[in-house]
């Protein structure tokens, strides 16, 4: 709809913060064809930071061969 192609099709497991990484690395290696995204960022992200950590994960997750996102979080952490 928006003019985008794309041709993998993956899905794209995603911690939202680096203390989720082991699990959402896991959570990618029992899902054949799918890709785990690494970032060791987030618990003490805030204000530019935070917001430029949330402004890449979105134009990553959103790119056109991402078929589908896993987010993986823990409770307790709250983003604002």
Known sequence: ????????NLLLVVPTTGCQAEVARRISDSLPG???LYHPLGCS??????DLLMRSMEAITLHPNVGAVVFVEMIAHSYQ
């Open 34 to 36: 799918s890709t785990y």
């Open 45 to 50: 992200s805030l204000g530019k930071d935070l």
């Open 1 to 8: 709809r928006d003019g985008k192609v794309g041709f993998r």
